[in-house]
């Protein structure tokens, strides 16, 4: 893999379900140390850090990576690292991949994957993940995120609601009959100058209505490149049973040696 991509590290102090969460303590350190680590572990020439918050930025200049102050009222990390960058002057050809701060054991390999799909195809906007759904349960789940791909891999539409929805099974809650259900993994990879054109743009009706800062790329005609991993990464954390849920599998080693 080429080292000519950057990860960016949005990681700002606040947080609505879980607050301060990116300097919560993990198995003897801040999950945000956890996350540099998974970048760190991955192909990527540098390792950013972008937050609101000093004592954020001084926990990542511990880690031994970049980072940079920006604004409190970003709303959402896209923005943040947009911010960022234009600080440090990067040009519009420059691949940024948005390594959320939430996800300490997201494996390098799919920063990797992300990073590449995007490098490898100059038509390409954004390169981004998705998982298998084998559960009905994860896929009438609204907080579980769903996508659909056309016939290159390139989404067609992300959604809380359960799709592709298989019409003839009525109103029974199970997976579709005739297609696979994907999840999608919130990791990005993007070029700055398609970054910069998304920012620069109005939230879309869609991206208000289902919360899905992605559906606003997908209404300005930007072209999503959708990986597929087959095994689901671990989940983020979000809320307080998600980081016991984290602490008990550290515990236990099922998460690996870190």
């Not at 303590?25 to 020439?45: C, Q, Y």
């Not at 300490?104 to 390169?127: H, Q, Y």
């Amino acid at each position: 893999m080429s080292a000519a991509f950057k990860v960016v590290i949005p990681a700002r102090l606040e947080s609505t379900r879980l607050p301060g969460k990116v300097l919560l303590d993990v198995g003897g350190r801040p999950l945000l140390g956890h996350v540099i680590e998974r970048a760190r572990e991955s192909g990527a020439g540098e390792v950013w850090v972008a937050t609101d918050s000093p004592e954020v930025l001084a926990v990542a200049q511990r880690c031994g990576v970049r980072a940079g102050l920006t604004r409190a009222d970003h709303p959402s990390g896209s923005d943040r690292i947009r911010e960022l960058a234009d600080a440090q002057g990067w040009p519009d050809d420059t691949v940024l991949v948005n390594l959320q701060g939430d996800e300490p054991f997201l494996p390098a390999a799919l920063i990797d994957a992300v990073a590449g799909r995007l490098a490898a195809d100059a038509e390409i906007d954004w390169a981004t993940l998705a998982t298998p759904i084998s559960r009905a349960s994860e896929y009438f789940d609204p907080n579980a995120v769903k996508v659909v791909r056309d016939a290159a891999g390139l989404a067609l539409y992300f959604s809380r609601a359960p799709i592709p929805w298989d019409r003839n099974r009525g109103p029974q809650r199970e997976l579709p009959a005739t297609m696979p259900a994907f999840r999608h993994i919130g990791l990005y990879a993007y070029r700055l100058g398609a970054l910069r054109r998304y920012c620069a743009a109005e939230q879309a009706d869609i991206e208000r209505t289902e919360c899905l800062e992605q559906l606003r790329a997908l209404t300005l005609g930007m072209r999503i490149a959708v990986e597929i991993s087959e095994k689901a990464p671990p989940l983020g954390v979000d809320t307080p049973e998600d980081l016991e849920r984290l602490r008990q599998a550290l515990e236990r080693g099922e998460l690996g040696a870190r």
